[in-house]
């Protein structure tokens, strides 16, 4: 299983019009994903200013899109231990791929919390 953070309102427009599509794809020619350990240093990197995020969790033999495990260009976010690698989908994941999207949030101490249901 691997993961990729968005928000409600991408999912919800990605199940009205076809495959989801992030706007990475069309800047450096993949969707950024996690492993379940790295979402919680990704979200706190990335999402500075976000209080809840939706976590697509995608069944990664389901993709009709190829996927590569890349190291992440300027290291990895704090957290991550230097040479994990992380998966690329090169290419609009569809969406019965998509195993569920639940919702990760920060906790009192302003930390996002991976959901219990992931």
Request: include cysteine; glycine fraction near 6%; aromatic fraction near 8%.
């Amino acid at each position: 299983m691997i993961y990729h953070l968005t928000f409600r309102k991408n999912w919800k427009h990605a199940l009205a019009t076809g495959p989801f599509r992030d706007k990475s794809l069309d800047k450096e020619g993949f969707i950024h994903c996690s492993t379940a350990t790295q979402l919680v240093p990704v979200a706190m990197l990335n999402f500075p200013q976000r209080r809840k995020l939706t976590i697509l969790a995608i069944d990664e033999t389901q993709l009709t899109s190829p996927v590569k495990w890349e190291k992440p260009d300027g290291g990895p976010p704090p957290g991550v231990p230097v040479g994990d690698k992380f998966p690329h989908v090169y290419g609009p994941i569809n969406l019965e791929a998509v195993i569920k999207t639940p919702d990760m949030e920060r906790n009192a101490d302003d930390v996002f919390v991976l959901p219990d249901d992931l």
